[in-house]
């Protein structure tokens, strides 16, 4: 499951859309276009299922795509107007066995990133961390769900940059893995600029 966080609003969410670097074969572009629009401090949610995705976390995701059907040792991409804005992972590496893994367990982006991957910026749990839940909050390993936090918004007459801050997330759900990403999303008009960070669980 992926899950994003707006710092700003975002009249056109079409501008953004994920995508998964499976078992290190690289890049597969973007899978899944995001649609509508959100409001500053508003989460998205990108599950692959439902389902299990509701039983877990006690609601709704707010969109449904196999894209975010990843499992611990995948990589994933944010995407800005077609272009990587944001990584979790390295798309060009399996992640079994790396400091990223994060099979049935998850990563928590703990500060805004520089777009570029760095392990530091990320709280990651291990493996297994989950095995065994059937809800986020009956779990010993709560993931951090929908608890992102960016900078308060800047109040000023000026073009304010796109940033984007993603958390990513997979979670083994009784017999099926379901992957959560979050993104924080600052956009502005025209954007010259996208700042995306992402956490995995």
Not at 131 to 142: F, R
Not at 164 to 182: E, G, H, L, P, Y
Request: proline content about 4%; aromatic content about 10%.
């Amino acid at each position: 499951m992926v899950e994003l966080y707006a710092l700003h609003d975002v009249a056109d969410l079409s501008s953004y859309g994920v995508g998964s670097a499976n078992n290190g074969g690289g890049s597969d572009g973007q899978e899944y276009t995001l649609s509508g629009s959100t409001t500053a401090g508003s989460f998205i949610t990108v599950s692959s299922e439902s389902s299990s995705f509701q039983a877990y976390f006690q609601t709704s995701p707010s969109f449904v795509s196999g894209a975010v059907g990843i499992n611990g040792d995948d990589a994933i991409e944010l995407f800005f107007n077609g272009a990587v804005v944001d990584t979790f992972g390295n798309a060009n590496v399996d992640g079994t066995n790396q400091a990223w893994e994060y099979l049935d367990g998850f990563a928590y982006r703990n500060t805004i990133g520089s777009g570029v991957f760095d392990i530091t910026e990320w709280d990651v749990s291990g493996k297994n961390a989950l095995d065994g839940c059937s809800t986020n909050l009956g779990c010993s390993s709560v993931f951090p769900f929908q608890s992102f936090t960016g900078p308060p918004p800047v109040v000023c007459e000026c073009i304010l940059p796109s940033t984007i801050t993603t958390q990513a997330t997979t979670t083994q759900m009784a017999t099926q893995t379901t992957t959560t990403v979050q993104t924080t999303t600052q956009v502005s008009t025209p954007s010259p600029t996208s700042n995306v960070s992402i956490s995995l669980i």
